[in-house]
């Protein structure tokens, strides 16, 4: 405690010190020299914290375990604290060296973290010696590589200090990672947030990613002059085509005796004056303009009631771009029909032109193809669809984008 005292006393006069007149050079050499002695100090708390848990201190204070004292004791966050009581045991269990070159401040936490977690991977039959080998090497590459550089070099260390091993130890570390990350997989929706968001979380095995970003990745590209979505957004908007297509081939199972469906309860005035919400299934709630463009296509079957709640109509079939009618769209437009866009057909939705709610009929006059983000352009932005005298679709720009209203056609899919 005297010691520590006089290391107080030390660090509280230099930080009293008005760094403004230092050299560069000795601003330089101070920085290198406070992170030697924070280093050095860590080893010092870490020695505390692992006898603080071997003595089972936590009990006797009446916490549950060490990591909840500590996040008490020390105000730090139980995720800190968990860090702390994992690496002081992960170094109190490894070979010396590790320790020492932390408490030299050689390593820094993060880098001691990432050797123990190298060792502690290694497969028991090396033996004390290769595990030996290969935290002086590590600690030797720590004087010259910062933790995520340390890492990538530790997945082959046993090439270095056991080649002879390397291979097949490489073999089962691979297959307990895959069946860790095939263990760990899931997919979370969050509840709606007030703003209408939903969270969506998960984690997928390596396989799996591989599977979800080649499908992906061929969509989630920018569709064309300006689309200014993020990365993030388009590859939000791949996913949901992707299950948009999914649901399209009517080859999933059944969900509770029916296809899989969106089902929007919307009452026929809202849906007319565009006036209200509309539900979905699951509570969630919609503006009458998103549920107008959900309502244009084939696998999203609106629930019109009446005033009462009566039923009017449970997606009218007379009303979808189905069979032959789609085909004659897709033979028409050859996907997304919106300038500049290379969508193609299967993440294309039929689109009423006049909507049906305002009258419109179902036919091929009246029809045209949308991919999904431009389904919602459309719907959002103000743009106006029509037919030239040539059968082709046309955009209209809204005036704030285009005050010449200069219609714009696709020229992707066809020569027009």
């Given at each position: 405690?005297?010691?520590?005292?006089?290391?107080?006393?030390?660090?509280?006069?230099?930080?009293?010190?008005?760094?403004?007149?230092?050299?560069?050079?000795?601003?330089?050499?101070?920085?290198?020299?406070?992170?030697?002695?924070?280093?050095?100090?860590?080893?010092?708390?870490?020695?505390?914290?692992?006898?603080?848990?071997?003595?089972?201190?936590?009990?006797?204070?009446?916490?549950?375990?060490?990591?909840?004292?500590?996040?008490?004791?020390?105000?730090?966050?139980?995720?800190?604290?968990?860090?702390?009581?994992?690496?002081?045991?992960?170094?109190?269990?490894?070979?010396?060296?590790?320790?020492?070159?932390?408490?030299?401040?050689?390593?820094?936490?993060?880098?001691?973290?990432?050797?123990?977690?190298?060792?502690?991977?290694?497969?028991?039959?090396?033996?004390?010696?290769?595990?030996?080998?290969?935290?002086?090497?590590?600690?030797?590459?720590?004087?010259?590589?910062?933790?995520?550089?340390?890492?990538?070099?530790?997945?082959?260390?046993?090439?270095?200090?056991?080649?002879?091993?390397?291979?097949?130890?490489?073999?089962?570390?691979?297959?307990?990672?895959?069946?860790?990350?095939?263990?760990?997989?899931?997919?979370?929706?969050?509840?709606?947030?007030?703003?209408?968001?939903?969270?969506?979380?998960?984690?997928?095995?390596?396989?799996?990613a591989a599977v979800v970003r080649a499908a992906l990745d061929p969509i989630s590209g920018p569709s064309g002059l300006g689309d200014d979505r993020s990365p993030g957004q388009r590859r939000a908007d791949a996913l949901t085509d992707v299950c948009?297509?999914?649901?399209?081939?009517?080859?999933?199972?059944?969900?509770?005796?029916?296809?899989?469906?969106?089902?929007?309860?919307?009452?026929?005035?809202?849906?007319?004056?565009?006036?209200?919400?509309?539900?979905?299934?699951?509570?969630?709630?919609?503006?009458?303009?998103?549920?107008?463009?959900?309502?244009?296509?084939?696998?999203?079957?609106?629930?019109?009631?009446?005033?009462?709640?009566?039923?009017?109509?449970l997606g009218r079939q007379r009303r979808l771009f189905t069979g032959p009618l789609r085909r004659a769209l897709v033979l028409r437009d050859g996907g997304c029909a919106f300038s500049g866009c290379d969508r193609p057909p299967r993440w294309s939705?039929?689109?009423?032109?006049?909507?049906?709610?305002?009258?419109?009929?179902?036919?091929?006059?009246?029809?045209?193809?949308?991919?999904?983000?431009?389904?919602?352009?459309?719907?959002?932005?103000?743009?106006?669809?029509?037919?030239?005298?040539?059968?082709?679709?046309?955009?209209?720009?809204?005036?704030?984008?285009?005050?010449?209203?200069?219609?714009?056609?696709?020229?992707?899919?066809?020569?027009?």
């Amino acid at each position: 405690m005297e010691v520590l005292a006089r290391v107080g006393e030390v660090i509280s006069s230099c930080a009293d010190t008005s760094v403004w007149a230092l050299s560069e050079a000795d601003l330089l050499a101070a920085l290198d020299a406070v992170q030697v002695v924070e280093q050095r100090l860590a080893a010092v708390r870490l020695a505390l914290v692992r006898e603080v848990d071997g003595r089972a201190v936590a009990g006797g204070h009446g916490a549950s375990s060490t990591v909840v004292w500590l996040r008490d004791r020390l105000r730090v966050s139980a995720g800190a604290a968990r860090h702390q009581v994992d690496l002081a045991a992960a170094l109190e269990a490894g070979p010396v060296v590790v320790r020492q070159a932390l408490g030299r401040g050689v390593v820094t936490v993060e880098q001691a973290k990432v050797i123990t977690d190298i060792l502690g991977d290694l497969p028991a039959e090396v033996g004390a010696e290769v595990v030996d080998k290969a935290a002086g090497l590590l600690v030797d590459y720590a004087t010259r590589f910062e933790p995520k550089a340390l890492r990538q070099l530790g997945r082959r260390i046993l090439g270095h200090v056991a080649p002879e091993l390397a291979d097949e130890a490489e073999a089962a570390a691979l297959r307990r990672a895959e069946a860790r990350a095939h263990d760990r997989r899931h997919v979370t929706f969050s509840s709606p947030h007030a703003d209408g968001q939903v969270r969506l979380t998960g984690r997928l095995d390596a396989e799996s990613a591989a599977v979800v970003r080649a499908a992906l990745d061929p969509i989630s590209g920018p569709s064309g002059l300006g689309d200014d979505r993020s990365p993030g957004q388009r590859r939000a908007d791949a996913l949901t085509d992707v299950c948009r297509l999914a649901l399209h081939t009517g080859v999933l199972p059944d969900n509770g005796g029916d296809r899989p469906q969106v089902v929007v309860t919307v009452d026929l005035d809202t849906l007319r004056e565009r006036v209200g919400t509309a539900t979905l299934d699951g509570g969630e709630r919609l503006t009458p303009e998103t549920v107008r463009r959900v309502a244009c296509d084939a696998q999203v079957l609106p629930a019109v009631l009446d005033g009462a709640g009566q039923v009017l109509d449970l997606g009218r079939q007379r009303r979808l771009f189905t069979g032959p009618l789609r085909r004659a769209l897709v033979l028409r437009d050859g996907g997304c029909a919106f300038s500049g866009c290379d969508r193609p057909p299967r993440w294309s939705d039929g689109h009423h032109i006049v909507h049906w709610a305002d009258g419109g009929q179902t036919c091929l006059a009246n029809a045209v193809l949308l991919c999904r983000y431009h389904h919602r352009v459309v719907h959002h932005d103000g743009w106006q669809v029509r037919l030239a005298a040539d059968g082709l679709s046309e955009f209209l720009p809204p005036a704030w984008l285009d005050p010449t209203g200069q219609p714009r056609r696709n020229h992707y899919h066809r020569r027009c």
